[in-house]
């Protein structure tokens, strides 16, 4: 993959996972049933986690191109 993919999938992941998080607390998708507001953290959290880690990824790298 090149360093402006990592860096723009990267940047879509990061803000689909911090949307995801704001809007759970925002509509209180934490007071789902049991399983699913587990599985919603869950792939909002590695969504934003995958997403800041392949942004920095692309960083680094296109810093290294130059």
Same mark, same amino acid.
């Given at each position: 993959m090149s360093s402006e993919f990592k860096l723009g999938m990267g940047s879509l !992941?990061?803000?689909?996972g911090a949307l995801g998080i704001v809007l759970s607390m925002i509509l209180e998708w934490t007071a789902a049933?049991?399983?699913w507001g587990f599985l !919603?953290?869950?792939i909002f959290g590695v969504a934003a986690g995958v997403?800041?880690?392949?942004s920095i990824?692309?960083?680094v790298e296109f810093r290294n191109r130059i």
């Open positions: !992941l990061s803000t689909f049933p049991r399983p !919603l953290g869950f997403g800041v880690l392949l990824t692309g960083l």
